[in-house]
């Protein structure tokens, strides 16, 4: 089984005034009455996945827990923002060392859902194999607000899997030209996929104060109300870092 992991934090700064700190666009009813938030539980409810694990903030929380809609998932409390390599820790020691994480922001749009799923359960024996597998999507246009992957050469254990040589931040539109005229760059859209017990020894490796501070606030957490909320002090210890640049 696969477990969706959903990061929904948000500080409300785009789509403002519709979005705001208090209510995020993820929550936002913009498509046909359906908002990003459930449009990323609805793609995650398939055949082999596995009830979702929600990382969001104390505001929001009865917002995703509504949008959940009851389902039998559970919901992490951040107690302060430290961007997602601390959340995706976090949700790494909830899950059981063999299970398999699929990382999702809850504000992305994918309007091919059986794509995304066909993708996902591709990428599944990388991940099983011990690999960290992040999806790209190839690029139709010059961008300039997103970041890029540049891939090497193809992995064996699975196909349309390729190693990564390397992450580029936003380029220029010229160098986000040559990107999309070489072939060799997908954009970067922030969706990962590896074992939880491999994320954590990767994350012990590259992000050490990341784990300490993650480990002593789950190890002191309490339940209320059916959410898990972490210590504060301790999780408010934790570097604010991306996954991308913790581990990736």
């Known amino acids: 089984m696969i477990l969706p992991v959903i990061l929904s934090g948000g500080a409300g700064k785009r789509l403002w005034p519709l979005s705001r700190e208090s209510h995020p666009k993820q929550f936002l009813p913009l498509f046909d009455g359906r908002s990003l938030f459930s449009l990323t539980l609805e793609r995650v409810q398939a055949e082999g996945f596995a009830a979702p694990l929600v990382i969001c903030n104390s505001e929001h929380r009865f ?14 409390i951040e107690p302060c923002s430290r ?19 699929l990382v999702l922001p809850s504000d992305h749009l994918f309007t091919d859902v059986a794509a995304f799923r066909s993708m996902v359960t591709g990428a599944q024996p990388l991940a099983a194999a011990g690999y960290l597998v992040t999806f790209g999507v190839q ?20 196909a349309g899997g390729f190693h990564v040589e390397r992450f580029v931040e936003k380029p220029d539109l010229a160098t986000a030209q040559q990107y999309l005229a070489s072939g060799d760059y997908l954009w970067n859209c922030g969706v990962f996929m590896f074992r939880a017990g491999t994320l954590l020894d990767q994350m012990r490796q590259h992000a ?17 109300l059916g959410f898990i ?12 870092i991306s996954i991308d640049y913790a581990v990736m």
């Open 63 to 76: 917002m995703a827990a509504e949008q959940l809609g009851g389902c039998d998932s559970r919901i992490i």
């Open 208 to 224: 050490p104060a990341v784990m300490q501070a993650c480990e002593r606030a789950f190890a002191t957490r309490a339940t209320d």
């Open 83 to 101: 961007n997602t390599a601390p959340a995706v820790a976090m949700a790494a020691l909830a899950a059981d060392p063999d299970d398999i994480l």
């Open 139 to 158: 690029p139709v246009f010059p961008a300039t607000g997103y970041g890029y992957i540049k891939r090497a050469a193809a992995v064996k254990e699975a």
């Open 229 to 240: 909320r972490l210590d504060a002090e301790a999780f408010a210890t934790a570097p604010d």
